[in-house]
């Protein structure tokens, strides 16, 4: 899902709101986010998971083109660790719908075309 698709959805649940307020309380509601993850807080949305900022520690990488060494310095990652309730409705929908990976791309495409 994209945030357009997101928008559409709210927009549907919420009828009575305009298109633009939809857009601006999704807007809001991710700048909102944004901002606290930079300022080093943690986001728990229970039910559903939570957000933080895990830092990396500087390392040793080779650029894949000149093949050179290059030191890649400190950095933040966002990590997502989802929450009981949607990590046990995520793992029951696997049955009915299963994750499709690469691998499920290609031979789907080789079906196809045979």
């Known amino acids: 899902m994209v945030r357009s698709e997101l928008k559409y959805c709210l927009g549907d649940k ?4 305009q298109p633009e307020d939809v857009s601006y309380a999704t807007t809001l509601i991710f700048d909102i ?10 986001i728990e949305l229970r039910g559903f998971g939570t957000f933080e900022v895990r830092v990396r ?3 040793q990488a080779r650029n894949p083109r000149t093949r050179k060494k290059v030191t890649v310095g400190k950095r933040g990652r966002v990590h997502f660790k989802p929450g009981r309730a949607m990590r046990n409705i995520v793992n029951v929908s696997k049955a009915k719908f299963p994750i499709k990976s690469k691998d499920t791309a290609v031979r789907y495409i080789e079906t196809e075309a045979a």
Do not use: Y
């Open 57 to 59: 520690a500087p390392k």
């Open 33 to 42: 986010m944004t901002e606290t993850l930079v300022k080093g807080g943690r």
């Open 14 to 17: 919420f009828s009575g709101w």
